[in-house]
């Protein structure tokens, strides 16, 4: 008498989206598979020979394949890979009476997604049909996250197109749909808590909450409450109790940002939290369950700080389950005028102007470094709207350390050769910032400090000429 056990997570509608085709000249298990796969909600079809599962095959696509396979040398392995080069997704199950380890190799290389020896139980074969089932659904909601990532700037305020924000899709797309925890790394400013609200709005929990802690600007005494909780009268000023954001965030994603910056005693208990699926919240002797998926990210290099004993390596482990290292903006430089249009487009919609950035300027945002990154550049917008007197963005609407990157690498552009004696030339070359500062000065001393004819005299607005007298600390007359 065959028993079966519960499934593995699969749902009903799963199920019956899954079709099988059963590939295999033996009509008794033809007919014991196709009645098995149908019960449990498959759309079953079946093939006694080759020929006529490549003639299903041409005109169907089918999700699962169940092939008998009745040697390591057999034609079967030439219909394996004939499936593969029609339908790569689909997932091909062998099935073998005559099982060896080089004809499991042999199949795996040749692109089976799973193996059955003959014979199987019921149990076994709707197990590795609902694996099978299950990751094929992933891998189809995954490429269709990651095209629409892609192809839809500004989803989730996700922007680029370039080849490093296209690993970042395709690995942002697998693990949104899974529950693991992720570790995000990458500089200051490149996005980690943008990407870990996309993993989680994208992900299996995005109707519950997302609850971030910057690890950095909560007082250490106080990180253990915040996470834990606490109970009435267990510190002072704790005059009731509290639920931890660990329990608050019940079913959905805590994201622990610059969780480098977490005290050593703290990672401890936070491990255990993370292992047992409970906390002791502060000054209490009972647990609380707690059911909470974990993204956590850092600008520090943890692997240093683990061999430095200044980061639990066991934690490390715990959160390094999946790692996503965030690109720098100057790593994928053809992102910056994307990035440009997006932060002009809000800007637009926020002073209902119609705001665009002149050539110089665009030229020298494509060249600069960009130390802080997405968000030095989205600042640089933001400020650039304000202090612009008009519609065009100039370089003079720029902060000081983009004008002096400008002038810097225009002073190394026009240097001699590097066997010329360049300390005898590079004195006699005046900066851009300087001669600016220069003209600013001298035209208040003309007009006697009058600054909006200064303004005019210059030809900028007379918001800039304000920032411009106070950045350079010039006298006003």
């Given at each position: 008498m065959l028993t079966t056990t519960p499934f593995l997570n699969m749902t009903e509608e799963s199920r019956i989206r899954a079709s099988v085709l059963i590939v295999d000249e033996d009509g008794a298990v033809r007919y014991a598979c196709n009645e098995?796969?149908?019960?449990?909600?498959?759309?079953?079809?079946?093939?006694?020979?080759?020929?006529?599962?490549?003639?299903?095959?041409?005109g169907n696509g089918v999700d699962i394949v169940l092939l008998d396979l009745k040697g390591p040398q057999s034609l079967h392995l030439e219909l394996l890979e004939q499936i593969k080069a029609l339908h790569p997704e689909t997932a091909v199950i062998v099935m073998t009476a005559y099982a060896t380890i080089a004809s499991a190799v042999e199949a795996m290389r040749v692109g089976a997604a799973d193996y059955l020896t003959k014979p199987f139980t019921v149990d076994e074969l709707t197990t590795v049909l609902d694996r099978a089932a299950e990751r094929r659904a992933l891998d189809v909601?995954?490429?269709?996250?990651?095209?629409?990532?892609?192809?839809?700037?500004?989803?989730?305020?996700?922007?680029?197109?370039?080849?490093?924000?296209?690993?970042?899709?395709?690995?942002?797309?697998?693990?949104?749909?899974?529950?693991?925890?992720?570790?995000?790394?990458?500089?200051?400013?490149?996005?980690?808590?943008?990407?870990?609200?996309?993993?989680?709005?994208?992900?299996?929990?995005?109707?519950?909450?997302?609850?971030?802690?910057?690890?950095?600007s909560i007082v250490p005494t106080l990180i253990e409450s915040e996470l834990f909780g606490h109970v009435k009268g267990a510190f002072t000023g704790a005059n009731r109790s509290k639920d931890g954001l660990l329990v608050s965030a019940e079913?959905?994603?805590?994201?622990?940002?610059?969780?480098?910056?977490?005290?050593?005693?703290?990672?401890?208990?936070?491990l255990r939290a993370l292992q047992e699926k409970e906390v002791r919240p502060v000054g209490a002797t009972n647990r609380v369950p707690i059911n909470v998926r974990i993204l956590a990210a850092t600008n520090r290099n943890l692997t240093e700080m683990v061999e430095q004993g200044r980061f639990r390596k066991d934690l490390y482990y715990r959160l390094n389950v999946v790692n996503l290292r965030l690109p720098a903006l100057r790593q994928r430089r053809e992102d910056v005028p994307l990035l440009i249009a997006h932060f002009l487009e809000r800007k637009n919609r926020e002073y209902g102007k119609n705001?665009?950035?002149?050539?110089?300027?665009?030229?020298?945002?494509?060249?600069?470094?960009?130390?802080?990154?997405?968000?030095?550049?989205?600042?640089?917008?933001?400020?650039?709207?304000?202090?612009?007197?008009?519609?065009?963005?100039?370089?003079?609407?720029?902060?000081?350390?983009v004008v002096e990157y400008y002038s810097n690498t225009r002073r190394r552009t026009f240097s001699p050769e590097a066997k010329t004696?360049?300390?005898?030339?590079?004195?006699?070359?005046?900066?851009?910032?300087?001669?600016?500062?220069?003209?600013?000065?001298?035209?208040?001393?003309?007009?006697?400090?009058?600054?909006?004819?200064?303004a005019k005299l210059l030809g900028i607005g007379k918001t800039t000429l304000y920032r411009k007298i106070k950045e350079y600390g010039l006298n006003q007359a």
């Open positions: 098995i796969a149908s019960s449990k909600g498959y759309n079953v079809y079946s093939a006694e020979n080759i020929s006529a599962a490549l003639s299903l095959l041409r909601a995954s490429r269709r996250l990651r095209e629409k990532l892609r192809t839809e700037q500004g989803l989730s305020n996700i922007i680029g197109r370039s080849a490093e924000m296209d690993r970042i899709y395709r690995i942002l797309s697998k693990v949104a749909l899974t529950s693991h925890p992720v570790l995000i790394l990458g500089e200051s400013g490149t996005g980690k808590e943008l990407i870990a609200r996309a993993i989680h709005s994208h992900g299996p929990n995005a109707g519950k909450p997302f609850v971030p802690v910057d690890c950095s079913g959905g994603t805590v994201f622990l940002d610059e969780i480098g910056e977490m005290p050593l005693d703290l990672q401890s208990k936070l705001f665009r950035m002149s050539d110089e300027m665009l030229r020298v945002l494509m060249e600069y470094d960009w130390p802080g990154n997405v968000r030095e550049l989205e600042h640089l917008i933001d400020r650039a709207c304000a202090y612009c007197s008009g519609n065009v963005l100039q370089l003079g609407d720029a902060p000081t350390s004696d360049t300390s005898l030339i590079a004195p006699s070359i005046t900066s851009l910032v300087e001669l600016e500062k220069q003209a600013i000065q001298k035209a208040l001393d003309t007009l006697q400090g009058d600054k909006l004819a200064a």
